[in-house]
């Protein structure tokens, strides 16, 4: 990883102020734009402006676990040219640094007046990595395709932006669990605020995101905050149907302080210990979850959050927002295909591996018998990953789509059964690969779509249909006339495959297996 020294980021922090140059003119090969805080510079991708790394929050370190501001305004013009910094966190995410308030704009016309459907995409990676610069979110293609306006983001994550420490603290950490949903809201304010100006229409704003975006789009629609920030929504096998509660989430504070060595009491040095201590601490057991780190995500907390986000109803302040659902038949061979031996497991080891990773208490034995009789052909490994895409992946999807069904809410269903190309065809329509479909990317690095015919053409079919959604409400496009909405008892999806279709309750013997028992959102 590299870590970015908050103080240091050109052309954006006050050491960058000093280096912005005033008095540019608009140019084909450099537009300007003028935001609520002052002018930026992009540049041209053919026909498209592109605008990175601009500030669209307060450095956030000296205020660590606050609510975020606004950027104070600067004068000149401050160059957009490149990604700012994502928020610290595990792995190997390049630049990285707790000054991370930072959005990206991809438009084809600046100052034009021509009031374009807004697409907003927030990333995955849980609530706990990532950051809006993949190769595979560049939205110079889908800008063009559909004549919209794409922005990504990038916000606090992990303890940074989830930590509950509203117990522990002082008032000033009262909405610490939510300081990265909050983030979200202020970058969507900007949107709203500062959008025209890049041709862009801020009553026509649809979010969308795959995976912990997916599950970020879901809490916004419960956060009185967010309400009318946005007007169409999209999830990609993301989803948020409960949330922390306030005492699960205050033992995992205290899980992580314990890993620092630091007492309940000294919530105050958090404040100042290198972002690179938090982060490693993060690594800790999770005290509620019998696997994995410490879980950080939204919590209950009553101030920025007051209910869970899909339960026991779907939200009501979203009832009238158009959002397509959607998942992918494989989800688990993204998380379990890493282990070469998922795939030789035999019928006697089976039960083994479906036990832990099922994510739902339910017998093993009962799935197997009951996978062996829909599935005659399936192989062990065939039966361990469609019933744990089932059981942990694509069942809070369902849910979702019935509770907003039965609330008469707009909603379509997708499910991808187009598999990638990938390691010999093995992992199939895996947990991302929707990514670069929606974004008319399949040629982009890192895209496990393959380039080829269907591929392309799959992509027009998936990116019409969520640009259609942003600009009129409803995803059918002259390509794809016949996506139903989502209604019980039929259940009606979209099967984007090679070949495109409607189905009635895909799956629904797996549906109905797994419905016999509880569902609690991993880490709730």
Same mark, same amino acid.
């Given at each position: 990883?590299?870590?970015? !020294?908050? *103080? ?5 922090? =006050?050491?960058? @102020?000093? +280096?912005?140059?005033?008095?540019? %003119?608009? #140019? ?125 983001? !990038?916000? *606090? ?5 989830? =930590?509950?420490? @509203?117990? +522990?603290?002082?008032?000033?950490? %009262?909405? #610490? ?348």
């Amino acid at each position: 990883m590299t870590w970015t !020294n908050r *103080r240091s980021v050109l052309g954006l922090s =006050a050491a960058g @102020a000093a +280096l912005a140059w005033s008095g540019a %003119a608009w #140019s084909a090969e450099h537009p300007v734009a003028r935001t609520t805080a002052g002018r930026v510079r992009g540049y041209a991708d053919g026909p498209i402006n592109v605008f990175k790394g601009i500030r669209y929050g307060a450095d956030t370190g000296p205020r660590r676990f606050e609510p975020p501001r606004p950027p104070a305004p600067w004068t000149g013009v401050r160059d957009a040219l490149a990604y700012g910094p994502a928020c610290p966190q595990p792995g190997s995410e390049p630049n990285q640094g707790e000054d991370c308030l930072f959005l990206n704009v991809w438009t084809p016309g600046v100052r034009d007046g021509a009031q374009r459907p807004v697409m907003v995409y927030f990333h995955g990676g849980a609530y706990s990595t990532g950051s809006g610069s993949s190769p595979l979110y560049d939205g110079a293609r889908l800008a063009r395709r559909g004549d919209v306006v794409v922005v990504t983001v !990038n916000h *606090r994550l992990n303890a940074f932006g989830y =930590a509950y420490l @509203a117990r +522990l603290g002082g008032p000033e950490l %009262a909405h #610490s669990g939510a300081a990265g949903q909050l983030d979200l809201v202020l970058a969507l304010r900007w949107v709203r605020d500062n959008i025209g100006a890049f041709g862009g229409d801020p009553s026509r704003v649809m979010v969308f995101g795959q995976s912990g975006g997916g599950a970020k789009i879901a809490t916004l629609m419960a956060m009185p905050s967010a309400a009318g920030l946005f007007h169409g929504a999209a999830t990609m096998s993301g989803q948020q149907v409960t949330a922390s509660g306030p005492l699960n989430a205050t033992q995992r504070t205290l899980a992580w302080l314990d890993a620092l060595k630091l007492r309940p009491t000294e919530t105050d040095r958090l404040r100042t210990l290198p972002a690179e201590r938090l982060v490693e601490a993060m690594g800790a057991r999770d005290p509620i979850l019998p696997f994995g780190s410490i879980y950080f995500g939204p919590v209950l907390d009553e101030r920025s959050l007051k209910r869970h986000p899909f339960y026991p109803d779907a939200p009501g302040q979203s009832a009238a927002i158009p959002m397509i659902i959607g998942n992918t038949h494989d989800e688990t061979r993204a998380f379990l295909g890493n282990d070469e031996s998922n795939f030789t497991v035999d019928w006697d080891g089976l039960a083994a591996k479906l036990a832990p990773n099922m994510r739902v208490d339910i017998s093993p034995e009962l799935v197997i018998a009951r996978y062996r009789e829909l599935y005659p052909h399936y192989s062990p490994s065939d039966v361990l990953f469609s019933a744990t895409t089932a059981s942990r992946s694509w069942r809070g999807a369902i849910i979702e789509a019935e509770l907003r069904a039965q609330q008469g809410a707009p909603t379509w269903a997708y499910q991808l059964d187009f598999p990638s190309p990938a390691e010999g065809g093995r992992l199939k329509a895996f947990h991302t690969l929707d990514i670069p479909l929606v974004f008319d990317n399949t040629a982009a690095p890192g895209a496990q779509t393959g380039d080829g015919p269907d591929a392309r053409r799959l992509a027009a079919l998936m990116s019409g249909a969520f640009i259609a959604l942003a600009r009129t409400g409803d995803p059918n496009h002259a390509a794809l006339l016949h996506w139903e909405r989502y209604a019980l008892p039929r259940r009606p999806t979209m099967i984007f495959d090679a070949e495109t279709r409607m189905a009635d309750d895909p799956r629904g013997a797996e549906r109905e297996l797994f419905a016999k028992v509880p569902y609690v959102q991993p880490g709730t």
